[in-house]
């Protein structure tokens, strides 16, 4: 399962975006996942949920969006 490795990485974006734009809590986390990407999104929902423990996206909602092509991207956080 390479979700874990997805999560773990969306983790590590959310970190990075934190330090340099100076928020402490994530509430949404709004992703595209093309449909050829071979991602699935519910096991990416389920490793996110287990990697987020215990740091600023813990509570994070992911909302997951299908698109055309085989790319995924973290398009956007919600934060305060």
């Given amino acids: 399962m390479h979700e874990?490795?997805?999560a773990?990485?969306?983790?590590q974006l959310i970190e990075c975006a934190a330090r340099r734009d100076k928020f402490s809590v994530v509430r949404t986390v709004f992703i595209d996942i093309g449909t050829h990407s071979c991602?699935?999104?519910d096991a990416l929902a389920f490793c996110f949920e287990s990697v987020a423990k215990g740091g600023m996206a813990e509570n994070a909602?992911?909302?997951i969006s299908t698109t055309?092509?085989?790319?995924?991207r973290v398009?956007?956080?919600e934060v305060i």
């Fill in 4 to 6: 874990i490795s997805l």
């Fill in 8 to 11: 773990e990485n969306i983790i």
């Fill in 39 to 41: 991602v699935s999104p």
């Fill in 61 to 63: 909602r992911l909302e």
């Fill in 68 to 72: 055309p092509g085989d790319e995924m």
């Fill in 75 to 77: 398009r956007e956080l």
